[in-house]
């Protein structure tokens, strides 16, 4: 249900269209929440159906012409009430996780080299997320509008530093096991 919600989001952020909409998931919303373009033309006609956004009106021809969109007095009161709603968090799901616990009883073949990769991946995403908070989030952006942007960017940057420690210290410990190949 929140791929509508993330798109209602964005759309109340900047009209767009629907390519306009999906480059901006790739460099911002899609950090934390995926989509393929296919989900968000997708996505798109459905809101568009239910009466929460419509497409703004052209001066030329629809034939060819992008279609953007903007969020209508329903969409913007589903996303508040959905902004609104309790939401119980997600239990962890993480197959990593899962190939390290089912490599205690089949081996660890592979896995070690597989645990530096992760390490190099979340460390380059790290660095990604520190080079927009440096770059979009200078000290003195208080406006509560960036504050609250900030905060989704700081979660990034928690997690990231969260899995690069945990997989420095996994590997530490792989290292100091016995040869279970």
């Known amino acids: 249900m929140s791929l ?3 798109i209602l989001t964005a759309l109340l952020e900047k009209p767009s269209s629907g390519l306009e909409l999906t ?18 033309y997708r996505e798109l006609g459905r809101l568009e159906a239910e009466g929460l956004i419509r497409t703004l009106p052209s001066q030329q021809p629809a034939r060819g012409q992008k279609k953007s969109y903007e969020v209508l007095p329903a969409g913007r009161a ?7 709603a309790a939401q119980d968090p997600k239990p962890q799901r993480d197959v990593l996780l899962l190939r390290l ?7 660890t073949a592979g896995l070690e080299a597989d645990l530096r990769r992760h390490l190099e991946l979340h460390r380059r995403q790290l660095a ?23 905060l989704v960017l700081r979660a990034g940057i928690d ?8 997989l420095t210290h996994a590997l530490a410990e792989f290292s100091a096991l016995p040869d279970t190949d």
């Open 78 to 84: 589903e996303l508040a009430r959905w902004t609104a």
């Open 159 to 166: 997690l990231e530093t969260f899995w690069t420690q945990w």
């Open 4 to 6: 509508p919600h993330a």
């Open 23 to 40: 480059r901006r998931f790739d460099k911002s919303i899609g950090y934390f929440w995926s989509a393929t373009h296919q989900q968000i």
């Open 128 to 150: 990604e997320y520190q080079e927009i908070e440096k770059r979009d989030f200078p000290p003195d952006r208080g406006a509560p509008e960036d504050r609250l942007r900030h």
């Open 101 to 107: 616990r089912a490599s205690a009883v089949v081996g």
